[in-house]
């Protein structure tokens, strides 16, 4: 009986499905130019290397530098020119009322002129033609404001994309070189997210229906890993087969070659 029990357990394990996985990275990102211009800078001491906060490419932006330069000068003129046509509608508010105040006394008056009535309904009217223009020319410096803030924040964007910063990733590839001119989507380097690893496995049928309540070993070791994830549609290269993957802690060397096993709990 005893010899019995230890065959039906071997024949158990003995049908566990065996699956080969190469360890990748966590996640590799292409990196394409936003921008248009002269390659300054491509390290290539950082291939293989984690980067920092310093950029590892750089596109010359010394056009851009100034033009923000002189963007950020007008933005300050627009402000202080904003604020000082706003003072002066308050002003104009305030002679406003005087004026229509004053005019209805005078429109009362009998003894005062058609003449001089006339005299002061025209002024009235020049003073809120006045009071109109200057509002006219603050919505206008608003408009110039909004359009010189977008300016300004493309400036920007078009700066930081032209040093690029990674920190944190890997520098897996680089296209470029020093004096090479790039263009808006061009490739320039592949980054590499390694503080995990991932295993890709394509499963049978049977596994992928199971894949909840295997157990996995590798190269013949039990894990403590589930199948992250499992795609219940079959692959269109694998025909048949249904692809898995299992995110693992990040080992000292990557691409290497691991046997892995799903057996029953």
Avoid: C, W
Avoid at 64 to 84: C, H, Y
Avoid at 98 to 108: L, P, Q, S
Avoid at 193 to 201: G, P
């Amino acid at each position: 009986m005893r010899h019995l029990l230890i065959l039906l357990f071997a024949l158990t394990f003995s049908h566990a499905k065996i699956y080969y996985a190469k360890v990748e990275p966590y996640d590799i990102l292409p990196i394409s130019s936003n921008v248009t211009g002269l390659v300054l800078q491509a390290d290539e001491s950082k291939l293989g290397k984690t980067l920092s906060s310093a950029a590892y490419i750089v596109i010359d932006s010394e056009l851009d530098k100034k033009e923000l330069g002189s963007v950020e000068r007008k933005l300050t003129i627009l402000k202080d020119m904003i604020a000082t046509n706003e003072q002066i509608l308050k002003n104009l508010e305030s002679s406003l009322e005087k004026k229509r105040e004053n005019y209805k006394r005078v429109e009362a008056l009998k003894i005062k002129s058609t003449i001089e009535k006339d005299r002061e309904f025209y002024d009235l009217i020049a003073s809120e033609n006045s009071y109109l223009a200057t509002q006219k020319e603050i919505e206008n410096l608003h408009v110039q404001l909004s359009d010189l803030s977008l300016r300004q924040a493309q400036l920007q964007r078009t700066l930081k994309d032209k040093e690029l910063v990674n920190e944190g990733y890997v520098l897996y590839e680089l296209y470029v070189k020093p004096g090479q001119v790039v263009t808006m989507s061009a490739p320039l380097a592949k980054v590499a997210d390694v503080s995990k690893a991932k295993l890709t496995l394509f499963l049978d049928e049977a596994d992928a229906m199971e894949a909840s309540k295997k157990v996995i070993y590798i190269d013949g070791k039990k894990s403590a890993y589930r199948l992250t994830r499992v795609v219940t549609i079959a692959d269109s290269k694998n025909i048949s087969k249904y692809m898995a993957q299992i995110i693992i802690d990040a080992p000292k060397l990557f691409s290497k070659l691991v046997q892995i096993e799903l057996k029953d709990e």
